[in-house]
């Protein structure tokens, strides 16, 4: 080992999880790790999901895409005259004005791989804005997306807030899931206002700061499924509708924003933007990791259009396939199952895409503001991969 390596830690009192130390040699910028530490530290991604390397701050959203990239060999390079080149699907289908994710931030002018996501707004010169120009930036709140939200006292007065949607970043729809997203924490709100996750159906609570960025993971999930149910997801197909974010934009979610409630109030194919059978995604519902080689459950439970089980023969309808998932899905979000990340100033988080399930927290501005500033500033860098994940039985 190099005399002057990377140094992983695992987090304290944490389901799983690990921070990272870098090397003097790479100046703080991981994208110039050597090809021994960069190997422990995908080794490290791999092995507990969800790394956190600190204080950087002034990382440049070169850096980031040079380092997201770096985990996935299978990724093109960009075309030329393409700067963009291959993304998850940031394109016109993330910004279609019908879409869930219209709303989620704008991209890196210099680096479009790099995506900006936060709240409020940032002024041309400030510290931390890329682009040269104001942005407005909008958290994703429940409010907009949940059938049937917190009230304003629940949100103000008890400062409850709630999982907005568990999910896989994906485009699910042509492209491959990304291997590894990173987040970087450029301008966060203080760590010492908190809010509540409440769960409806057993009445625990989940305490966590303002923000938070929560994670699952999808090996624990799989270990928890009694042995009939672990049967059932290894030899089931999940088939994802054709532009998702598109088609279930009418549709609400359930509480806990593990799926969405089933009245029919789905786009029609008809009215979707042009899509092809070619290129709609049908992957595995358990996904192998290379490293630990351990199965994780790994399912888009509010993009979801139907489960397909060699098992049994049976293909379950919308409704099914969402009540099928959500029993599924929901031992491993109890509050001792969760890793919520509350954010410091400069974190680098990178987790493994195709092992974890994330979701944004936390009510903002206008919602329980208490006159401090809760403004946010993150970039986001995740690319499709040229693979689809595997179950290796």
Not at 254 to 282: A, H, Q, R
């Amino acid at each position: 080992m190099h005399k002057d390596s990377i140094v992983v830690d695992k987090l304290q009192d944490t389901p799983f999880g690990a921070s990272i130390t870098l090397p003097s040699y790479c100046n703080n910028d991981p994208a110039y790790l050597n090809d021994e530490d960069f190997k422990i530290l995908k080794e490290a991604v791999e092995t507990n999901l969800v790394v956190i390397i600190p204080n950087q701050t002034n990382l440049l959203p070169k850096s980031q895409y040079i380092l997201t990239k770096r985990f996935d060999p299978s990724i093109p390079e960009p075309k030329e005259n393409n700067q963009e080149g291959a993304n998850y699907g940031h394109g016109k289908e993330f910004r279609h004005d019908k879409s869930v994710l219209r709303k989620d931030g704008c991209s890196v002018k210099s680096q479009p791989q790099v995506q900006i996501l936060g709240q409020g707004k940032f002024e041309a010169d400030e510290d931390g804005n890329e682009n040269g120009e104001a942005i407005n930036l909008t958290h994703p709140s429940h409010t907009t997306f949940h059938h049937t939200p917190l009230t304003e006292k629940q949100i103000k007065e008890d400062k409850q807030t709630r999982f907005y949607r568990w999910h896989i970043d994906s485009a699910l729809y042509d492209l491959s899931p990304p291997m590894v997203t990173t987040l970087l924490g450029i301008k966060v709100p203080p760590s010492t206002q908190y809010q509540t996750i409440k769960y409806e159906d057993d009445g625990s609570e989940l305490k966590l700061t303002q923000g938070a960025t929560c994670f699952i993971s999808g090996a624990q999930a799989f270990k928890k499924l009694s042995e009939e149910d672990k049967q059932f997801v290894l030899n089931t197909t999940v088939e994802y509708a054709p532009h998702p974010y598109i088609f279930i934009s009418p549709a609400r979610a359930t509480s806990d924003g593990l799926t969405m409630v089933s009245e029919g109030k789905e786009m029609d194919f008809n009215e979707l933007p042009e899509w092809e059978e070619s290129k709609v995604k049908k992957l595995p519902m358990v996904w192998t990791n290379p490293t630990t080689k351990e199965h994780h459950l790994q399912v888009h439970g509010c993009c979801l259009y139907k489960l397909h089980n060699t098992n049994n023969g049976k293909t379950y309808d919308l409704k099914e396939s969402r009540e099928k998932v959500h029993k599924l899905m929901r031992p491993a979000i109890s509050p001792e199952n969760v890793l919520a990340h509350s954010w410091k100033q400069g974190d680098l988080v990178l987790f493994f895409n195709r092992g974890v399930w994330h979701s944004v927290t936390g009510e903002f501005k206008g919602l329980g503001n208490d006159g401090k500033d809760e403004r946010r500033l993150m970039h986001q860098c995740n690319i499709a991969s040229s693979i689809d994940p595997i179950t290796v039985k």
